[in-house]
């Protein structure tokens, strides 16, 4: 059981991003897949979640701005992050409720 993500980096306040998650080992497919950050002193907060029939949710705080979004051939997980601002600089982090395994996180650092 394997998460990679990937796709982080430091971005202009208002640039965009798209981090990715990628599946291997027993995942399914069509595992549900959430994505989590956490910024320097903060507890961990769910960002955006799909499931395994594809039902998505998003944090209040990223609604209108980031979108999840899954490639089943490629057992992948998309978050495209877009109107970037510095309340987003974190780790990101992807996570498999199901098989309760974190990825390794990604740095997003929004700065100009």
């Known amino acids: 059981v394997q998460l990679q993500a990937s796709g982080g980096g430091l971005v202009q306040p208002g640039g965009s991003l798209r981090l990715s998650c990628s599946a291997s080992?027993?995942?399914?497919?069509?595992?549900?897949i959430s994505w989590y950050r956490q910024a320097p002193g903060m507890s961990r907060e769910g960002v955006a979640h799909?499931?395994?029939?594809?039902?998505?949710n998003y944090a209040n705080s990223v609604k209108g701005r980031f979108t999840i979004s899954r490639d089943n051939v490629k057992n992948t997980v998309y978050l495209q992050m877009n109107s970037l601002n510095s309340e987003d600089t974190a780790v990101y982090y992807c996570?498999?409720?199901?098989?309760?395994?974190w990825g390794q996180g990604t740095q997003v650092t929004v700065s100009s």
């Open positions: 080992g027993s995942i399914s497919r069509f595992a549900a």
């Open positions: 996570f498999a409720p199901v098989y309760n395994h």
């Open positions: 799909i499931s395994s029939d594809g039902t998505i």
